[in-house]
């Protein structure tokens, strides 16, 4: 009996089975991929809030009198003002930062800094995120108060008539701040 050679029906190199499997390591990758990237996003948001929230300062008022001087207290957290000419950094030139003078966070660099002649210190620019902005209404005006970021301290007041390039005056109480000297 001579053998009969039928003829194989054509197939492609993956046999269904086999195409099937990798069809499902496929998916089974697309997923697990998305599931990483979804963890991933999850961590990073979840970082990004509890770092938010880490960073924000929340005291009571009692505990911001005790740690305060009665007119940086006066001024950061009753959002009075000081008087012009009296500051300590209305005529200060040091190359440096100003930090909040309630939490440290740094809000203004001395580049930014410029002569208002209003006797207090006054910057074009804070540090990128550093301040918040809210209305104020109080005393028959209406202006933008400035607010540190991190501990919701009163700075001072930002006015639309300041040099290039932003146009804006940051008008800062200097007890509000301190100064951080730029190491050489
Ligand atoms: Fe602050």
């Known amino acids: 009996l001579r053998a009969v050679k039928y003829p194989r029906p054509r197939e492609s190199k993956r046999g269904p089975v086999e195409s099937l499997g990798f069809c499902r390591k496929f998916f089974e990758m697309k997923a697990f991929e998305s599931s990483f990237l979804c963890v991933l996003l999850c ?6 809030g509890e770092s938010r929230m880490t960073n924000n ?3 009571s008022d009692a505990e911001w009198r005790k740690e305060l001087t009665p007119e940086q207290y006066r001024v950061l957290r009753q959002k009075g003002t000081e008087p012009a000419f009296c500051g300590t950094f209305w005529n200060h030139h040091e190359k440096g930062v100003y930090v909040c003078a309630a939490c440290g966070a740094e809000l203004f660099r001395s580049d930014e800094k410029f002569d208002s002649g209003t006797g207090w210190p006054s910057y074009t620019t804070p ?3 550093a301040v918040t902005n809210v209305v104020d ?13 991190r501990c919701g301290s009163h700075l001072g007041h930002v006015f639309d008539d300041g ?3 932003t146009g804006l005056r940051y008008c800062i109480n200097s007890v509000s701040l301190e100064f951080r000297k730029a190491e050489k």
Do not use: D, Y
């Open 57 to 59: 300062i929340v005291k």
């Open 163 to 165: 040099p290039p390039p």
């Open 137 to 149: 209404r109080s005393h028959g005006m209406v202006r933008t108060e400035v607010l540190c970021a």
């Open 127 to 129: 540090v990128e995120g």
């Open 43 to 48: 961590a990073g948001f979840a970082q990004a």
